[in-house]
Nanobody, 121 residues
Framework: QVQLVESGGGLVQTGGSLRLSCAAS????????IGWFRQAPGKEREFVAA????????KYADSTKGRFTISRDNTKNTVYLQMNSLKPEDTADYSC??????????????WGQGTQVTVSS
């Protein structure tokens, strides 16, 4: 049974930082690219960042590029999202998801439950 469990969300002031974690179990972790997504109330879910199975390739949404860093530790079956210079518009529920391919083809098969990030102004 595949499980993705997010942690690290919370309340932070504008300009602050948070590090989210996505811990996976029940799958051969390095064979799956992992993506982070977020959804704010009343808005559609949007892509935040993704990392390939090896960790060598990453991509970011324009809104997070330069502020967020995605990484992974395959020895710990965990992906991280370091979020710096946070803005109120970053407030959302953040979820991680496992892509069906290690290279990342945008077909996300497994999803976590999410962790809430709130940035106060």
């Amino acid at each position: 049974q595949v499980q993705l469990v997010e942690s690290g969300g919370g309340l932070v002031q504008t300009g602050g930082s948070l590090r989210l974690s996505c811990a996976a179990s029940g799958l051969t972790f390095s064979r799956f690219a992992i993506g982070w997504f977020r959804q704010a109330p009343g808005k559609e879910r949007e892509f935040v960042a993704a990392v390939s199975g090896s960790g060598r390739s990453t991509k970011y949404a324009d809104s997070t590029k330069g502020r967020f860093t995605i990484s992974r530790d395959n020895t710990k079956n965990t992906v991280y999202l370091q979020m710096n210079s946070l803005k109120p518009e970053d407030t959302a529920d953040y979820s991680c998801a496992a892509d069906q391919s290690a290279l990342g083809v945008g077909q996300y098969t497994y999803w976590g439950q999410g962790t809430q990030v709130t940035v106060s102004s």
